[in-house]
Structure formats: C-alpha cells, structure tokens
C-alpha cells in the first residue's frame, strides 16, 4: 500500500489566505497550516514513509529544495472546496 499522496495528508490549498487547511466534519474546526507549518507537517510525512520503504524511497530524496517544490505543487494541485467553506 503506497503512503504518498496530500489526501493522505488531508490539506487542501486556501488561496484566499493563503494557507493550508485541514478540513474537519462538520462537528470539528478547520486547523489552518502556514507555508513554514505545512513545510514540517510535510516533511515528517515523508520521513515516515521513507522509513517504511528504505529500499525505494531513500532518506536522502528528502531534500528542503524538493518540499519547497511539493509544496507549490500541493498549493496548485490541491482545491478548497466549496462545500467544505464554512460560514460564521
């Protein structure tokens, strides 16, 4: 079973605020994500999953150029979606 992917990581791309967001149910508050937060949530993520698969996923792949590069992309790829919008 693979472990990459932002899904897993359940942030989505606010460009309002610019700001990551974790999304709740409808009972739980949203938890806001700076660049610098969602840097280090990122790359604890992929510390964990580099060390589950050693032999295909090198540590040494994990470099601060390359989240910088994940997180643009997360950033573009990633959509806050209306529905989970909520209202004051």
Request: hydrophobic share 40%.
């Amino acid at each position: 079973m693979g472990c990459l992917g932002y899904d897993r990581l359940k942030l989505v791309h606010d460009a309002r605020i610019d700001a990551f967001l974790r999304v709740g149910k409808a009972d739980q508050e949203n938890e806001t994500f700076g660049d610098g937060a969602a840097t280090e949530l990122v790359t604890n993520f992929l510390q964990r999953c580099a060390a589950l698969d050693r032999k295909n996923f090198p540590m040494a792949e994990i470099r601060p150029g390359r989240i910088r590069e994940l997180i643009a992309l997360m950033k573009t790829m990633s959509v806050f979606p209306r529905s989970a919008r909520r209202r004051p």
